[in-house]
């Protein structure tokens, strides 16, 4: 039976747990997907690309897009606005694609509410409080203080692992790895409301 639309994949835990090095390791390995960008208000920083890291938008227009209902999700961080666009994650959909989105715990509660009967969800974690501060510090991009900060979010986001469908421990990298594929291919073949309601009627061919 072939799949009538896409599934989605949701990659959520503290800053330090390595998602980006998981989603990079993995991502060639996984077929056709389709990386969700966020888009941003906040100024382009150095080394960033439009349509690579981010959307760089106007505060207006980003106004203007939540209005027309636009958005997946958004939230506002620092005094600066970030959202999912709704249109390229349809357009992935209809195209049979797995949609990859990193995102925090607030914004998996919203996909989850738009799009849950097609969407895996994940937590990615280090094994310890302190493992996940080492390698904050050991990253050396933030000041102290930001370093405190995202502990302390760490500790509101852990309470919250149980609305999700896995937890990864990313403790090894590789082993990691792996099993974040196996989710994925699991994924794909997660079945809609729809397809399940359109397979039923085509079984019942009496």
Not at 12 to 37: M, Q, R, T, V
Not at 100 to 121: M, W
Not at 169 to 192: G, H, P, W, Y
């Amino acid at each position: 039976m072939e799949r009538a639309s896409g599934a989605v994949l949701v990659l959520s835990g503290p800053s330090g747990a390595g998602k980006s090095s998981l989603i990079n390791k993995i991502f060639n390995d996984l077929g056709d997907c389709y990386f969700s960008i966020s888009t941003t208000t906040r100024p382009m920083r150095v080394g960033e690309e439009e349509g690579v890291h981010y959307h760089f938008v106007s505060e207006e227009e980003f106004k203007k897009d939540i209005e027309n209902d636009f958005f997946l999700e958004y939230a506002v961080v620092h005094g600066n606005y970030y959202g999912t666009s709704i249109k390229p994650v349809k357009e992935a959909l209809s195209r049979g694609k797995l949609v990859l989105f990193d995102i925090d715990v607030q914004g998996n509660t919203a996909v989850n509410n738009r799009l849950g009967d097609i969407t895996t969800s994940v937590f990615i974690t280090p094994p310890t409080l302190s493992e996940l501060k080492k390698r904050l510090q050991n990253r050396s991009t933030d000041s102290e203080e930001v370093v405190e900060r995202r502990v302390k979010m760490a500790k509101r986001e852990i309470q919250r692992i149980s609305e999700y469908d896995y937890l990864i421990v990313n403790d090894v990298l590789d082993d990691a790895a792996e099993l974040l594929k196996l989710i994925a291919v699991t994924a794909r073949v997660k079945m809609s409301n729809d397809e399940i309601n359109n397979f039923v009627q085509e079984w019942e061919d009496i």
